[in-house]
């Protein structure tokens, strides 16, 4: 079976840091476009950031200059590094794999508050 497990969602003040992971297992990672969404309630699913399987990047306007995306297809693994976090970056990550089919994991919660 296919499963992505996300890992790193926290409480954090505001212009923190945080790193989430997303550890995949029963596909053939390498293979796969890898991206990150956001969702807070009664709101639709945003797109974050994306990475190629060749490692090619590209990010949300609202991200770009804080957020790096970034894989390690020898741990079948993607990272979303987080840097001068704002209180309208709390929401639900979830990580997404896409290839010949379209995979998703459970969420992390980031919550950035004072």
């Known amino acids: 079976q296919v499963q992505l497990v996300e890992s790193g969602g926290d409480l954090v003040q505001p212009g923190g840091s945080l790193r989430l992971s997303c550890a995949a297992s029963?596909?053939?990672?390498?293979?796969?476009?890898m991206r990150w969404y956001r969702q807070t309630p009664g709101k639709q699913r945003e797109w974050v950031a994306g990475?190629?399987?060749?490692?090619?990047?590209n990010y949300a306007d609202s991200v770009k200059g804080r957020f790096t995306i970034s894989r390690d297809n020898a741990k079948n693994t993607v990272y979303l590094q987080m840097s001068s976090l704002k209180p309208e970056d709390t929401a639900v990550y979830y990580c997404?794999?896409?290839?010949?089919?379209?995979?998703w994991g459970q969420g992390t919660q980031v919550t950035v508050s004072s």
């Open positions: 997404n794999a896409l290839y010949t089919n379209d995979y």
């Open positions: 029963g596909i053939t990672f390498n293979l796969y476009v």
């Open positions: 990475i190629s399987s060749g490692g090619v990047s």
